[in-house]
């Protein structure tokens, strides 16, 4: 079974520009999350993406957006990029979260952004 | 709000002595407790939870943690650590709406 999978692995900007990250979630799981991890500093939740819908979002300013796709993929993008949005984005993915928090999050590697 | 704290950014540990490390949380209602441990260059991996039930809780690669509710704390212990085990670790809770938070991350370094 594939694991969660996340594209592309690398990615360097310029400030000012627009990314694009993408996250092909387990088959079967519906639900997709997205988070941050900045250079020496903990997970901070972006997005949360169930059955093509947000769910949830964590406090991030707009330019943060992302959807979810009938397949149940997502992309997360980033416009405006700032300095200090260079982090690795982590992709995860669990059975449907509505009803329950106690699903296992799986994790993809991650795409790590480069803001020059 | 939730909020998970792991108080120790390090914890060193000798290859072959026992190890923890130390998370404690704030969950409205009932908490659904995690760890993950992630390697360089890599995604989190899942080691274990509790939902319910006992308060000792067994997972992957030998690690084992305990609930304790009158204290807040889901402490991760292994009985003898393995410099494999080096690694950043992260303690994570939630509840029924399924809002997963996760504490800022432990480093742990187990030396030969």
């Known amino acids: 079974e594939a694991g969660v999978t996340q594209s592309p692995t690398h990615l360097i900007k310029t400030r000012g520009q627009q990314a694009t990250l993408r996250c092909s979630p387990i088959?079967?799981?519906?639900?997709v999350y997205w988070y941050q991890q900045a250079l020496g500093l903990g997970l901070q939740f972006l997005l949360w993406?169930?059955?093509?819908?947000?769910?949830n979002r964590g406090n991030f300013p707009p330019r943060f957006s992302g959807r979810q796709f009938p397949n149940y993929s997502s992309e997360l993008n980033v416009n405006a990029l700032e300095l200090e949005d260079s982090a690795l984005y982590l992709c995860a993915s669990s059975l449907a979260g509505l009803s329950s928090g106690a699903n296992v999050l799986t994790f993809g590697a991650g795409s790590r952004l480069t803001v020059l | 709000a939730q909020s998970v704290a792991q108080p120790e950014d390090q914890v060193n540990v000798a290859e072959g002595n026992p190890l923890t490390v130390k998370c404690t949380y704030s969950?409205?209602?009932?908490?659904?407790l995690f760890w993950y441990v992630q390697y360089p260059n890599r995604g989190l991996q899942f080691l274990l939870k509790?939902?319910?039930?006992?308060?000792l809780v067994k997972g992957s690669y030998g690690f084992e943690a305990e609930f304790n509710k009158s204290q807040t704390s889901f402490h991760l212990k292994k009985p003898s650590a393995l410099v494999s085990d080096s690694a950043l670790y992260f303690c994570?809770?939630?509840?029924?709406?399924?809002?997963?938070?996760f504490g800022g991350g432990t480093r742990l370094m187990v030396k030969p």
């Open positions: 993406y169930d059955e093509g819908e947000e769910r």
């Open positions: 969950v409205s209602g009932n908490p659904y």
């Open positions: 088959s079967g799981h519906t639900s």
């Open positions: 509790y939902i319910t039930g006992d308060n």
């Open positions: 994570a809770a939630s509840n029924a709406g399924n809002m997963l938070t």
